[in-house]
């Protein structure tokens, strides 16, 4: 399986600043993928991010609140803009490659970042 | 769209002991894909076991196999011989056309 490395492990912020999470992947893979997971809750699709295209964000999330960057196909950013406490959550990032071991549809994740606004 | 239930938010075994946990979802695919996600305190999420729609033989992985059964639209995991290092958040998941949806998660607790 890939080996999927995020930056920082946790923060603590303050309202109104921004920040920006890294995460990095050991292979190149096509499809990259942004989770929220607020506390005790399951995990919730921010938005699919490809190499080469525009971020595909869900319903409720948009690209002015958590712009992403993917400018290769190793390595993507999530930053979460005007930070309030609404925003404290662990942020995760996966990736799907279907030439992987674990076949087409498999996402692998990354540690997570643990993000508290105060 | 897709939805994905887990009816048991806690559940609970005694070590070496066996425990099934339930999932089930609605879609009106053919073709997809389910998992089983387990996310100890560490918060890392860990893929056990993955099952293709299409095929009807119950995926197994070692101590961990599920229960799919495609009409019912139901997809529960067994595991045997339960261990401490069992003890986690584990997530059902659905997956089709590059959407991946996860259910509420259930708790699973080892006594030793």
């Known amino acids: 399986s890939a080996v999927i490395s995020q930056k920082p492990s946790r923060d603590i912020c303050q309202r109104g600043t921004s920040l920006t999470i890294q995460c990095q992947v050991d292979?190149?893979?096509?499809?990259m993928f942004w989770y929220r997971q607020q506390p005790g809750q399951s995990l919730t699709l921010i938005a699919t991010?490809?190499?080469?295209?525009?971020?595909?964000?869900e319903s409720g999330f948009v690209i002015d609140k958590f712009p992403i960057s993917r400018p290769n196909l190793t390595f993507s950013t999530l930053t979460v803009s005007n930070m309030s406490p609404e925003d404290s959550s662990i942020y995760l990032c996966?990736?799907?490659?279907?030439?992987?071991?674990?076949?087409?549809?498999?996402?692998?994740f990354g540690p997570g970042t643990r993000l508290t606004v105060l | 769209a897709q939805t994905v239930t887990q009816s048991q938010p806690e559940m609970s075994v005694q070590e070496a002991e066996t425990v099934t946990l339930s999932c089930t979802y609605d879609?009106?695919?053919?073709?997809?894909?389910l998992f089983w996600y387990k996310q100890p305190p560490s918060r890392q999420m860990i893929l056990v076991i993955r099952?293709?729609?299409?095929?009807?033989q119950n995926a197994t992985e070692n101590r961990f196999s599920v229960n799919f059964q495609k009409a019912a639209k139901s997809f529960s995991l067994k595991i045997s011989d339960s261990q401490l290092g069992d003890a986690a958040m584990y997530f059902c998941?659905?997956?089709?056309?590059?959407?991946?949806?996860f259910g509420a998660g259930t708790r699973l607790t080892v006594k030793p």
């Open positions: 879609t009106s695919e053919s073709d997809y894909y």
């Open positions: 099952q293709e729609a299409y095929k009807q």
């Open positions: 292979s190149q893979v096509t499809m």
């Open positions: 996966s990736v799907e490659d279907g030439g992987l071991a674990g076949g087409r549809g498999t996402q692998y």
């Open positions: 998941a659905f997956y089709n056309n590059n959407d991946m949806r």
């Open positions: 991010a490809n190499q080469g295209s525009e971020a595909t964000y």
